[in-house]
């Protein structure tokens, strides 16, 4: 059984950094490209970060340089470094394959970011 659980969200003030984790059960992230999701009140979910399995990454135009998606293949966890962060960052962010496997979902962890 595959398990998604994302964690590391919280509330931030404005210019300040997070790391979210999601720990994964049942596959074996390495062997997959892997994403950070996130939705925000009112908008459709969207892809934020994704790594693929040789390690390349890429990121959505309004995250590039601020986050960082990474994976500890020992562990199987996949992380998102968010600094310089912004109210319009405020979000539920959840980790998933990529493409996202609708199963696979798990309960996203809240990213609140204060002006």
């Known amino acids: 059984q595959v398990q998604l659980v994302e964690s590391g969200g919280g509330l931030v003030q404005s210019g300040g950094s997070l790391r979210l984790s999601c720990a994964t059960s049942?596959?074996?992230?390495?062997?997959?490209?892997m994403g950070w999701y996130r939705q925000a009140p009112g908008k459709e979910r969207e892809l934020v970060a994704r790594?693929?399995?040789?390690?390349?990454?890429n990121y959505a135009d309004s995250v590039k340089g601020r986050f960082t998606i990474s994976r500890d293949n020992a562990k199987n966890t996949i992380y998102l470094q968010m600094n310089s962060l912004k109210p319009e960052d405020t979000a539920v962010y959840y980790c998933?394959?990529?493409?996202?496997?609708?199963?696979?979902w798990g309960q996203g962890t809240q990213v609140t970011v204060s002006s």
């Open positions: 998933n394959l990529n493409p996202a496997i609708s199963a696979y």
């Open positions: 049942g596959i074996i992230s390495s062997f997959a490209p």
């Open positions: 790594i693929f399995v040789n390690g390349d990454k």
